[in-house]
C-alpha cells in the first residue's frame, strides 16, 4: 500500500489564522504531538487540527476522523447501499481530505467541507454500480428497528412489535427518494441545521425545507419517532477505531 504524502503547496493566512496559529504554538508544551488522546488535543477547533497536520504532526488527524466518524456515517448510509461500502467510502474521504488538507479555507466549517467531499465520493460509486443509489427497503427496516429496540430488550411482545414496526417501515421507505432520505437523516438523525445540509447538497434552505417536510410526509409519524432515537445508524466505536486505523495506516 503506498504512502501518502501531505502536499507542500504554501497556505495564506489571513489575521484570524495567524490567531489560531499562535494558539496552536502556545498549547505545544501541553499537547504533546504524539499524544491526541490528551483532553487538551480532543479540545482543539477543526482549525486548530488542520494547522497541526499541515504543520507535519499527521496524527492530529485521527481527532478529525474520530470527530466526524459518526456524521459521516449517516450521511453517506442515505446514499450507499450497505456497510461495506459506506466504509470504503467513508476511507477514501477521509483520504482526499487528508491530500486537500491544504485547500480547506480556516474561516469555514470542516464539517460541511467533509461531507461535501463524502457525498461526491457516494456518487462516484454510485455511478460506478447503479444497484447502490440505496440498500434495500426491507435491509433498511430490519437495521432500524435492530438499533433502535435492541437485543436486550427482546420478549415474545417486543418480536411481535418488532415485525410490525418492519412493515411500517419497510412501507414507507419504499416511497423514499434518495435525495428525501439524505435530508430527513441530516436534520432529523444527525441534527445538523438547513442551513448546514443546503452547503453540503448545493441546494437552498427554501428546498431543504420542502424536502424535509415531503420526507417526513412519507416516513409518516412512527417512522420519524423511530428514527430520531438516538441509537439508529450508529457508528460503533469498534467501525470507529477501524476507519482510524485504516486511514492512519496510508498517511503513516
Request: proline fraction near 2%.
Amino acid at each position: 500500500m503506498r504512502k501518502l504524502v501531505m502536499p507542500t503547496m504554501p497556505i495564506t493566512l489571513d489575521s484570524r489564522a495567524h490567531a489560531i496559529v499562535e494558539t496552536v504554538g502556545a498549547s505545544d508544551e501541553a499537547v504533546g504531538a504524539s499524544d491526541t488522546e490528551k483532553p487538551e488535543a480532543q479540545e482543539l477547533s477543526d482549525s486548530n487540527v488542520v494547522l497541526r497536520v499541515l504543520s507535519g504532526d499527521t496524527e492530529f488527524f485521527e481527532i478529525l476522523i474520530r470527530r466526524y466518524n459518526q456524521r459521516l456515517f449517516r450521511v453517506l448510509r442515505g446514499y450507499v447501499r450497505s456497510d461495506d461500502d459506506v466504509m470504503d467510502t467513508m476511507q477514501d474521504t477521509y483520504l482526499k481530505a487528508y491530500l486537500n488538507l491544504n485547500q480547506f479555507r480556516l474561516d469555514s466549517s470542516f464539517s460541511t467541507w467533509l461531507i461535501r467531499i463524502g457525498i461526491n465520493e457516494a456518487l462516484q460509486r454510485i455511478r460506478k454500480n447503479r444497484n447502490s443509489l440505496a440498500m434495500e427497503e426491507e435491509q433498511m427496516a430490519q437495521f432500524i428497528v435492530d438499533r433502535a429496540v435492541g437485543a436486550e430488550n427482546y420478549t415474545p411482545e417486543s418480536e411481535t412489535l418488532n415485525a410490525e414496526l418492519g412493515s411500517i417501515i419497510t412501507a414507507a421507505i419504499d416511497k423514499i427518494p434518495a435525495k428525501y432520505r439524505v435530508v430527513f437523516i441530516m436534520a432529523e438523525v444527525e441534527g445538523m441545521s438547513q442551513l448546514a445540509i443546503g452547503e453540503c447538497l448545493h441546494i437552498s434552505g427554501s428546498n431543504v425545507k420542502v424536502r424535509l417536510h415531503r420526507a417526513k410526509h412519507l416516513i409518516k409519524d412512527e417512522m420519524l419517532k423511530l428514527v430520531k432515537n438516538a441509537s439508529v445508524l450508529e457508528f460503533g466505536s469498534i467501525k470507529c477505531d477501524t476507519m482510524v486505523q485504516n486511514v492512519m495506516r496510508q498517511i503513516a
